[in-house]
């Protein structure tokens, strides 16, 4: 991202003009597997058509949200195996309210994701199996989201570096971008 960014290749989410380099935003703290805590500086870029500011976050970490994509995502699978927000933040050390708040968007969501990942699947597999569906809307999303990463990782082998959330929040967002008002 950073090379993209220096190399004028990122364009603006708004009006599609060159985004330039424009310092850091503030560093946060993210939780990723097993306790560990990764340290995140995003690199904050600034448009040079419109103006807007745009803080670019590597794939690790989703837009307001204190842990790492794989934990979230892990969070979900679990839930999606029909495990309740207690056991599934017991399982993972993390908050109640915490996890209950990504399910419950996820939920929200749930039909959307499904609907996107089951388009990319058929976009991308040769001879696309489609997930049996499994009941709940959440279990058919994130069920979806991993029939669309394997398509993904068997059409273009890079994509294997990618883990299924870090794929499906890259896919989810449309991009790295997360846009921040401009200062008034
Ligand atoms: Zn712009």
Redesign the pocket.
Request: proline fraction near 7%.
């Given at each position: 991202m950073e090379r993209q960014l220096q190399a004028a290749q990122l364009?603006?989410?708004?009006?599609?003009?060159v985004?330039t380099p424009w310092g850091h935003g503030r560093s946060r703290e993210v939780r990723g597997e097993f306790g560990a805590r990764l340290f995140v500086c995003p690199r904050r870029s600034r448009?040079?058509?419109?103006?807007?500011t745009h803080v670019l976050l590597p794939e690790t970490i989703w837009p307001r949200r204190a842990d790492a994509a794989e934990v979230i995502g892990a969070g979900l699978e679990i839930a999606a195996l029909g495990m309740g927000h207690r056991q599934v933040a017991a399982h993972l050390g993390r908050a109640e309210g915490t996890v209950r708040g990504w399910i419950r968007r996820f939920k929200g969501r749930s039909e959307d994701v499904r609907r996107y990942f089951t388009v990319a699947l058929v976009a991308l597999a040769d001879d696309p199996v489609m997930p049996d569906p499994s009941g709940t809307p959440l279990a058919e999303a994130v069920s979806a989201v991993a029939a669309a990463h394997r398509a993904a990782a068997t059409k273009w082998s890079e994509m294997h570096t990618a883990s299924r959330w870090e794929f499906a929040g890259r896919a989810i967002t449309g991009g790295v971008l997360t846009c921040s008002l401009p200062a008034s």
């Open positions: 364009n603006c989410p708004s009006c599609n003009a985004l448009c040079s058509g419109c103006g807007i």
